[in-house]
C-alpha cells in the first residue's frame, strides 16, 4: 500500500440542462479509481453546482497510480429512472508521482462526452501521498520522469545518456468485441478510451522500469503511438531515449522518488547493462529480400514481406518450448542486441561528431488476430527485425549510432506498413557515459573551439564508399572531406554555420495500386515502395538543388496505405552548409535533339529553371561567399561514379559535355526529359511557390538564419479531406491533386496568418492519410512565430550566437595558425587516444582528439564497435557527478531555485477569466524562459456524433472536437499549475465519416511537456514576488487547496 | 476533386476582423468572399479566391460556434473551448451588440415581441439591411431587455454586468430597453427627423429623474415594490405632475409668469414678439403634457407630443437654438419667483428634464 490519492469534487459550472421542466439539473459525481468508487451528494436544481466534497481517499499500489487514470463521472439524478451520464473526466495522475513535478492537481476540467462534446466544466483537487517502498522486486517505476521533448530538457543537464528504451503492449480492441453489438456508441468509446489510457499508463511504467535497470532516471524524446489494427487489436507503442538526468540550478536537491540511481552506480558500475528490449527474437521465420541501395546518403531497405500462415501463427502454436527456446537465445545473444538509437534530435554541443545521412528500413506486414495479448511477441520481432536493419544501414554508413530515430506504422485493412527512419551519426562516446559532459564541453568552447563543420564530415571510408557519392574538402576547414550533399533526420546543430536562411522543402508523391487480398496485396505494396522511396528521394534532391541548397534536416518521409494507392509525402528543412560544396544547377536534357521545337521548348524550361535558382537564391540570402580553386586545393580525383539524376544514365554523358553548364565547373544534375511522366516531374518542381514575402517556413525546431523571435506564437492544427472523382485515377491526375491539396494548405496557412507577418512557420508537420477509396486526408500541426524583421542579428545576439560569432573569428585564426593551435590542443585531453598519432598530420582541423579518434581512418567495423563499447565500458566505472561544471549551458542558469511562480499575466484567481496556456510543437517558448517540468500529458479522445449535419457537418464537427482536445489540454495543464504545453504533437488524427447514415467518429491523440514559463523579461521581478505568486498559484480559485 | 473537409484551428482562435463585420452584417459566405475580392485583399496578399473562400468558411464557422456564447458575455469569459485574448474577446461582445443607427429608430419603442419580429422582413427591405442581421440586432434588444428586465437597481450597470458592454453601448441600450419598456412612438413621420442619439439623450435623462431608482427610493419595502428601478416611470411623481395645471389653468399665475419671464428675456432674444405672442401656448402644451401623463397612452405619446406643441410652433417662427435655451431657462427658473405656487420641486424635476429633452429634440 505504497500510496494514497486524495481528490475533493469542489464544483461545476456551466453544466447542461438535464431536466426540461425545469431547466435545470441534479448534479452528482462519482469518482473512480480502479475498483473503488466515492459518490458525492446530489446537488439539487443548478447549473452551477457546489458540492465541496471531502477528501475521497483511495490506498493504491504504486503500480497501479501509474497505470490507472482518476475516472470522474458527473451524472444527473433520476429519482425514477437511471441517473443519466453528463460526462467524464480522465485525469492522468503521474505528474503527482515524480518529486519534482506537480504537487498537486487543481483547477477547472471540461467534462466531456464522446457524443455530445464538453458538457461544461468540473473544480477538482487532486493529491498524492507517496511512502517510501524498498521492495526490490517492484513492477512500478514511478520517479522516472518522461519528456516528449527530443533534446535535453531546458532546465536539465545530462549526465549520461543511456540509450534506446521500447516497449510495446497489446490488446483486444473494444471496438471490434462482441459486445459493442449490443452497447450503446458511448459505452464503446468510453471503453476504448479508457482501455488506452490503462494502457499507456502501463506501457509508460514498463518504460520506466527499463530505465531504472540502466539506472537512468528520465525519458527523453518519448513518443508513444497506438496502431488501431482493427480486427487483430490494438498496440500501444513507445520509444524513447533513457537519460540520467541533473536538474540545473540545485544539483545536490535532485533524488528520484524511489531509487537512487547514482549511488548504485558506484557500487556496481559494471553491470551497466547496454542493451535491451531484449525481448524480442530474430528467429520467427521471416522472408527478408536483399537490400539495394539508392543514391547518396539514402540507405532505403527493400521491405520485407512476412506471411502471416508462417509467422505469427506458427509462433502462436508451437507457444511453450518455443518461447524457452527464444528465452535462450535471447540471452545468449544479449551482447549483439543492442540498439545504438537515439530519438534526440538537438544535442548538446560536441554530442554529435559525424553525420553518414538517413537511414530507414520498411517492411509490409499482414495483420493477425493477436492471440495473447499477454505475449506481444509478433509485434515485437517486426520492430526488432525493423531496428535491425536500420543498425546495418548505419552500420554499412560508417556509423556506430543512429540518432533523429522515429518509429511509424500506416494500416489499412489488414496490411500494416511498419517504417523507421533516423540519422547515422558517429557519436562521441563520452557522452554517453561520462559524467562530466559539461565539463569537457567547456574545455572544448574555452580551448578548443571546434570546427562547426565536424559533423559533416563523412564518417565512411573514402575508398571504399557504401554508395556513390561526391566528396569534396570541407568547405570550412579544407582538411576533412565531405559529401555534396546531406541528408539527416536531426535538427540543425546550433553550432553549424549556415549561409542564408532555410525553407521548407516538400516531395509528394502517389501511386496506384490495385485492390487485392492478403499477401498479394501485401507483395503489390513491397513492390511499390522501393520506386517510391526512389521518386521522393529524387524529387528532394530536385527540389533542393532548385533552391539552391545542399543539406536537409528533420528529414520524415512518411508513405500511406490505403485501398487502392500509395501516398508518400517527406518533409525537410533545406539549408546551405557552409562546409558542403556549392551545389550545381539541375540540367535539362531532351531526347530527341534533332527536333527545333523540342528544343526550344527545353531550353525555355532551362532557363525557367535557372531563373527559379537565381530567384531562390536571392529569397533566402544564399550568398555563400566566393572560393577560388587554389584555395580549395586540387579536387578529390573523381569518384568512379558521378552522382546524377538520371532517367537512364547510359544516354545523358554526351550531351553533358555539349551543353553550355551556367553553373561554371560545379557538376550539374541533369533531368532527362524522355517522357511525359518526367515533364510531369519537371512541372511540378515549378509549381512550388516560394511563400509570400515576410514568411517562412521550416519543419525543424527553429528557422536556420532566423534568432531574432518575439514573443509571439500561434500553434494550430489544420486538416483538409478532399474527395478524388473516381474517373481520373491516373498516378499523373493522384500527384497533382495531393500536390495542389499541400500547396493550397500552405497557401492558406500563409493566408490565415497574414497579420503576424513577419513570422516563421515553425515544425510544419504534415500527415496524410487514407480514410477511404477516394479520400485524401492531411493534417498539419506547426507553430508560427514572429521575428523582429529590423532588429540586427548583432544586437540580440543570445549567449549561443555569442559563441557562434567568437567562434567563427577563432576559427579564422585557427586557420592562420593552426599549428600552435594544434599545439594547445593536444595536451589538454585528458583522453588522449592511441591513435593520435595517426591524425597528427591533419589535427590542426581543431576536432578534438577523442573525437578523431572515433572517427577518423577506421578499416574496419567491428573494431569500431568493439573499441566504442571498450570505451563505454571504462567510461562507466569513472563516473563522478560530484565534480560537474555547470556553468556552459545554453542557456543561462535560473536565479531562482526550483520554479514555483506562474505566469504572472494570467493569476487565476486575480481576476475570473481563464489563465492563458501556450502550445507549442518546439521544445521553446521564444522570449521566454522554461522553470519547470510538470510531466508529460498524453490523452486520447473519442468523439462521435449521429447528427453529422445538425452539427455543421464534417468540417463543424472537426472543428469543434480539435478546439475541445486544445480546451482539454490546456485544462490539464492549468490544473498541474503550467502555463504552456511543449513538444506538442498531435500524433494521430482518425476521421471516419458516413455521411448516409448523418454519422462521423473521430479519434485524436496528442501528447506534449506540460511546463512553467518565465518571460525572460519578467524574470527579475518575479524572483522578488516569488511567495504571493506561490500563493496565488495553490489557491486556484478560492477556497480550493488546504 | 472536392474538399470535403477543411478547416484551421489555433490554439489561440483567430478572430478577422473585418470577416466578423461582414459575418455580423450577414452576408452569406458567398457574398462575403465577394465582398472581400472586391477589397482587393487578393492583390495585396496575394492569394487565390479559393483560399479566400476557405478562410471565410473557417471564420464564419468560428463565428457560429461563438454565437452561443455571445447571448451571455460572461460565458465567453469563462469559457475554455476558445483561448481570446481579453482585448479581442471584448472586440467580439461590443461588436456583436453593436446595431445599425437606421435598424434601430424602426424598432425603437416597439415592444419586443414576436409581432415585431415578423416586421423585420420590411424593415430589412426599406434599410437595405440583411435580414439576418436585423434579426440579430432584435435578438440582442430582446435579450438584454429579457436579462434586466426583473432585475432591481441601475439599468446601465445591470446591463454591463450582464453583456460586459462599454459603457456607451451600455448606454445606448438602456435607453432601447427604457423605450420599449414605456413604449414611446417614435415612427411617426413627424418623428423622423430625430435621430437615435436623440432619444437615447432623453432615455438617459428620463431615467436619471423619471424613475423610482433617480429618487433613491432604494429598497425600503422590497414586497410592494413591483415596478423596476430605472424601467418604469415613478407612478406617484405622474400623479403629481397633475399639480402644475395650476400654472396654466389660473389665469393670474399665467399672466405673471409670462410677464416675469418676458422681463428678464426682453432684448435678450432675437425672437422676443414671437415669444410674447406665443407664450400662452407654448406654456400650455408644456404642462398639458406634464399633467397627460398619468395616461399610459399619453405617456406613448410623449415625443408626439412636445414636438408638436412646443418644436414645431418654434421652428416654424424660425426661434434659433440660442433663443430657445434662454428661453427655456427663463421659463423654469421665472416660476421660483411665483408666489402663490407650491409645487416648485415638482416642476423642478419636470422642467429640468423637459428642457434638455427640447433642447436636443430642437433642430432641423
Redesign the interface.
Known amino acids: 500500500m505504497p500510496g494514497k490519492l486524495k481528490v475533493k469534487i469542489v464544483a461545476g459550472?456551466?453544466l447542461p440542462v438535464m431536466d426540461r421542466a425545469s431547466d435545470l439539473t441534479d448534479a452528482f459525481v462519482e469518482v473512480k479509481f480502479g475498483n473503488t468508487t466515492f459518490k458525492t451528494d446530489v446537488y439539487l436544481k443548478s447549473l452551477n453546482p457546489q458540492w465541496n466534497s471531502e477528501w475521497f481517499k483511495f490506498e493504491v499500489d504504486d503500480e497501479d497510480l501509474q497505470d490507472e487514470p482518476l475516472q470522474i463521472t458527473v451524472l444527473d439524478h433520476d429519482t425514477y429512472s437511471a441517473n443519466d451520464a453528463i460526462g467524464k473526466v480522465y485525469i492522468d495522475i503521474d505528474p503527482l508521482l515524480y518529486s519534482e513535478a506537480a504537487t498537486v492537481i487543481s483547477g477547472?476540467f471540461?467534462i466531456y462526452d464522446t457524443i455530445h462534446g464538453?458538457r461544461g466544466?468540473i473544480n477538482v483537487v487532486v493529491k498524492v501521498d507517496l511512502f517510501n517502498d524498498l521492495n526490490r522486486f517492484r513492477q512500478s517505476s514511478c520517479g522516472v520522469k518522461f519528456f516528449c521533448t527530443t533534446s535535453i530538457p531546458k532546465c536539465y543537464r545530462a549526465v549520461i545518456i543511456h540509450g534506446f528504451v521500447e516497449e510495446l503492449v497489446v490488446n483486444e480492441d473494444p471496438e471490434y468485441q462482441w459486445i459493442d453489438r449490443i452497447r450503446t456508441p458511448r459505452a464503446s468509446n468510453e471503453a476504448r478510451q479508457r482501455l488506452i489510457s490503462l494502457m499507456s499508463g502501463e506501457l509508460q511504467r514498463k518504460i520506466g522500469l527499463k530505465v531504472l535497470e540502466m539506472r537512468g532516471n528520465a525519458v527523453v524524446g518519448y513518443l508513444q503511438c497506438f496502431d488501431l489494427e482493427g480486427e487483430s487489436g490494438l498496440v500501444v507503442r513507445a520509444i524513447g531515449t533513457a537519460c540520467t538526468l541533473d536538474k540545473l540550478s540545485s544539483p545536490a536537491a535532485f533524488l528520484p522518488a524511489c531509487n537512487s540511481p547514482s549511488k548504485e552506480m558506484k557500487e556496481s558500475p559494471l553491470v551497466h547493462p547496454p542493451s535491451h528490449g531484449c525481448r524480442s527474437t530474430h528467429n520467427s521465420p521471416i522472408h527478408t529480400a536483399t537490400g539495394s541501395r539508392l543514391t547518396q546518403n539514402f540507405s532505403v531497405s527493400v521491405p520485407t514481406l512476412i506471411y502471416t500462415g508462417m509467422g505469427s501463427g506458427s509462433a502462436g502454436k508451437e507457444g511453450g518450448p518455443f518461447k524457452a527456446l527464444l528465452r535462450q537465445q535471447t540471452q545468449s545473444a544479449l551482447e549483439q542486441r543492442e540498439f545504438p538509437f537515439f530519438t534526440l534530435t538537438a544535442f548538446p554541443p560536441g554530442f554529435l561528431v559525424h553525420v553518414g545521412g538517413v537511414v530507414s528500413a520498411r517492411s509490409v506486414k499482414l495483420l493477425d488476430r493477436i492471440h495473447n495479448p499477454d505475449e506481444p511477441e509478433t509485434r515485437d520481432a517486426w520492430w526488432a527485425e525493423i531496428r535491425q536493419e536500420i543498425k546495418s544501414h548505419a552500420k554499412a554508413l560508417g556509423c556506430h549510432a543512429v540518432v533523429g530515430y522515429s518509429e511509424s506504422t500506416s494500416i489499412c485493412e489488414e496490411v500494416c506498413i511498419l517504417s523507421a527512419s533516423g540519422t547515422a551519426a558517429v557519436l562521441n562516446p563520452r557522452f554517453l557515459q561520462d559524467g562530466t559532459v559539461e565539463g569537457c564541453l567547456e574545455q572544448r568552447l574555452e580551448e578548443n573551439l571546434p570546427t562547426r563543420c565536424g559533423f559533416c564530415h563523412i564518417p565512411y571510408d573514402e575508398l571504399n564508399m557504401p554508395f556513390p557519392a561526391h566528396l569534396t574538402y570541407c568547405y570550412n576547414c579544407r582538411k576533412q572531406k565531405v559529401p555534396d550533399v546531406l541528408f539527416t533526420t536531426i535538427d540543425l546543430p546550433t553550432d553549424a554555420t549556415v549561409i542564408g536562411k532555410g525553407c521548407l522543402i516538400q516531395a509528394r508523391l502517389c501511386r496506384l495500386k490495385k485492390k487485392a487480398q492478403a499477401e498479394a496485396n501485401a507483395t503489390a505494396i513491397s513492390n511499390l515502395l522501393p520506386f517510391m522511396e526512389y521518386e521522393v528521394h529524387t524529387q528532394l534532391m530536385n527540389k533542393l538543388k532548385l533552391k539552391g541548397m545542399n543539406a536537409l534536416f528533420g528529414l520524415r518521409i512518411q508513405i500511406t496505405v490505403g485501398e487502392n494507392m500509395l501516398m508518400g509525402l517527406a518533409s525537410a528543412t533545406g539549408v546551405y552548409l557552409a562546409a558542403l560544396p556549392t551545389p550545381g544547377g539541375i540540367q535539362i536534357a531532351g531526347k530527341t535533339p534533332n527536333d527545333g521545337s523540342y528544343e526550344q521548348h527545353i531550353s525555355h524550361m532551362q532557363k525557367k529553371i535557372n531563373d527559379t535558382i537565381a530567384k531562390n537564391k536571392e529569397l533566402y540570402e544564399i550568398n555563400p561567399p566566393e572560393i577560388s580553386e587554389e584555395i580549395i586545393g586540387s579536387p578529390i580525383p573523381e569518384p568512379r561514379q558521378r552522382s546524377r539524376l538520371l532517367r537512364s544514365q547510359s544516354e545523358s554523358s554526351d550531351e553533358v559535355t555539349e551543353l553550355d553548364l551556367s553553373h561554371g565547373k560545379k557538376d550539374a544534375f541533369v533531368l532527362e526529359i524522355d517522357d511525359t511522366d518526367a515533364m510531369e516531374d519537371v512541372h511540378s518542381l515549378l509549381t512550388d511557390v516560394p511563400p509570400?514575402s515576410g514568411f517562412y517556413s521550416c519543419n525543424t525546431e527553429i528557422m536556420p538564419g532566423i534568432n531574432n523571435w518575439t514573443s509571439e506564437i500561434?500553434?494550430?492544427?489544420?486538416?483538409?479531406?478532399?474527395?478524388?472523382?473516381s474517373l481520373n485515377l491516373t498516378n499523373q491526375a493522384l500527384n497533382k491533386?495531393f500536390n495542389?491539396?499541400c500547396e493550397?494548405l500552405l497557401?492558406?496557412?500563409?493566408?490565415?496568418l497574414?497579420s503576424m507577418i513577419p513570422c516563421c512557420l515553425c515544425h510544419v508537420n504534415f500527415t496524410v492519410s487514407l480514410p477511404e477509396d477516394e479520400?485524401i486526408?492531411v493534417t498539419v500541426t506547426a507553430v508560427a512565430i514572429t521575428f523582429d524583421k529590423n532588429q540586427a542579428l548583432q544586437t540580440t545576439k543570445t549567449p549561443v550566437e555569442k559563441s557562434l560569432q567568437r567562434a567563427s573569428t577563432d576559427n579564422e585564426e585557427l586557420l592562420q595558425f593552426p599549428l600552435e593551435l594544434c599545439s594547445d590542443s593536444l595536451p589538454s585531453h585528458p583522453f588522449p587516444p592511441a591513435k593520435e598519432h595517426l591524425e597528427s598530420a591533419s589535427s590542426n582541423s581543431g576536432i578534438p582528439a577523442a573525437q578523431r579518434a572515433t572517427s577518423v581512418d577506421y578499416s574496419s567495423f567491428a573494431d569500431r564497435c568493439s573499441s566504442w563499447i571498450e570505451l563505454i565500458k571504462l567510461k562507466a566505472q569513472t563516473i563522478r557527478r560530484g565534480s560537474i561544471k555547470t556553468t556552459v549551458t545554453v542557456e543561462k542558469a535560473s536565479p531562482v531555485g526550483d520554479g514555483n511562480f506562474r505566469n504572472r499575466s494570467a493569476p487565476p484567481c486575480a481576476n475570473?477569466?481563464?489563465g492563458?496556456?501556450?502550445?507549442t510543437p518546439l521544445s521553446f517558448i521564444p522570449g521566454a524562459k522554461i522553470t519547470k517540468y510538470l510531466g508529460i500529458i498524453n490523452m486520447f479522445f473519442i468523439r462521435e456524433t449521429t447528427s453529422l449535419r445538425e452539427e455543421?457537418g464534417?468540417?463543424?464537427f472537426?472543428?469543434?472536437f480539435?478546439?475541445?482536445v486544445?480546451?482539454m489540454v490546456?485544462?490539464h495543464v492549468a490544473a498541474l499549475g503550467g502555463n504552456a504545453v511543449v513538444s506538442y504533437i498531435m500524433k494521430q488524427c482518425v476521421?471516419m465519416e458516413n455521411p448516409n447514415k448523418n454519422q462521423a467518429q473521430c479519434l485524436i491523440n496528442v501528447s506534449g511537456d506540460a511546463v512553467v514559463f518565465v518571460r525572460e523579461s519578467d524574470l527579475e521581478v518575479v524572483s522578488s514576488q516569488q511567495p504571493t505568486i506561490n500563493c496565488q498559484s495553490s489557491c486556484t480559485e478560492g477556497e480550493v487547496t488546504t | 476533386?472536392?474538399?470535403?473537409?477543411?478547416?484551421?484551428?489555433?490554439?489561440?482562435?483567430?478572430i478577422d476582423e473585418d470577416v466578423y463585420r461582414l459575418w455580423l452584417d450577414g452576408y452569406s459566405v458567398t457574398d462575403a468572399v465577394a465582398l472581400r475580392v472586391r477589397s482587393g485583399i487578393l492583390e495585396q496578399?496575394?492569394?487565390?479566391a479559393?483560399?479566400?473562400q476557405?478562410?471565410t468558411?473557417?471564420h464564419y464557422?468560428?463565428f457560429?460556434?461563438l454565437e452561443r456564447l455571445l447571448h451571455a458575455p460572461p460565458?465567453l469569459?469563462?469559457?475554455?473551448?476558445?483561448?481570446i485574448?481579453?482585448s479581442r474577446q471584448a472586440l467580439l461582445i461590443e461588436r456583436y451588440y453593436a446595431f445599425d443607427e437606421a435598424f434601430v429608430r424602426e424598432v425603437l419603442g416597439k415592444k419586443l415581441s414576436k409581432g415585431t419580429k415578423k416586421d423585420l422582413d420590411d424593415i430589412s427591405t426599406k434599410t437595405g439591411i440583411t435580414l439576418k442581421s436585423c434579426r440579430r440586432q432584435f435578438d440582442n434588444f430582446k435579450r438584454v431587455f429579457k436579462v434586466v428586465e426583473e432585475m432591481r437597481g441601475s439599468l446601465v450597470d445591470n446591463i454591463q454586468q450582464h453583456f460586459l458592454l462599454s459603457d456607451r453601448l451600455a448606454r445606448d441600450y438602456a435607453a432601447i430597453v427604457f423605450f420599449a419598456n414605456n413604449r414611446f412612438e417614435t415612427g411617426k413621420k413627424k418623428l423622423q427627423y430625430l435621430s437615435f442619439g436623440d432619444f437615447a439623450f432623453c432615455a438617459e435623462l428620463m431615467i436619471q429623474n423619471w424613475t423610482l431608482g433617480a429618487v433613491g427610493e432604494a429598497p425600503t419595502d422590497p414586497d410592494s415594490q413591483m415596478d423596476d428601478m430605472d424601467m418604469d416611470l415613478d407612478k406617484e411623481f405622474l400623479q403629481d405632475l397633475k399639480e402644475l395645471k395650476v400654472l396654466v389653468a389660473d389665469k393670474d399665475l399665467l399672466d405673471l409668469h409670462k410677464s416675469l419671464v418676458c422681463t428678464a428675456l426682453r432684448g435678450k432674444l432675437g425672437v422676443f414678439s414671437e415669444m410674447e405672442a406665443n407664450f400662452k401656448n407654448l406654456s400650455r402644451g408644456l404642462v398639458n403634457v406634464a399633467t397627460k401623463l398619468t395616461h399610459n397612452k399619453d405617456v406613448r405619446d410623449l415625443f408626439v407630443d412636445l414636438v408638436e406643441k412646443f418644436v414645431e410652433p418654434c421652428r416654424s417662427d424660425h426661434w434659433p437654438l440660442s433663443d430657445v435655451r434662454f428661453f427655456l431657462n427663463q421659463y423654469s427658473a421665472s416660476v421660483h419667483s411665483l408666489d402663490g405656487f407650491r409645487h416648485q420641486a415638482l416642476w423642478d424635476r419636470y422642467m429640468g428634464t423637459l428642457r434638455g429633452c427640447l433642447l436636443r429634440l430642437y433642430h432641423d
Not at chain 1, 714 to 725: A, E, N
Open positions: 459550472r456551466h477547472w471540461p464538453i466544466e509570400p500561434q500553434m494550430f492544427t489544420s486538416v483538409r479531406v478532399i474527395r478524388l472523382s491533386n495542389d491539396l493550397n497557401k492558406s496557412l500563409y493566408f490565415k497574414r479520400l486526408q475570473s477569466t481563464v492563458v496556456v501556450k502550445m455543421g464534417v468540417s463543424g472537426l472543428h469543434a480539435i478546439a475541445e486544445f480546451a490546456r485544462a476521421f | 476533386m472536392t474538399s470535403e473537409l477543411d478547416i484551421f484551428v489555433g490554439n489561440t482562435t483567430l496578399t496575394g492569394a487565390t479559393a483560399v479566400l476557405s478562410d468558411m473557417d464557422r468560428t457560429h460556434m460565458k469569459l469563462h469559457q475554455l473551448i476558445f483561448q485574448p481579453p
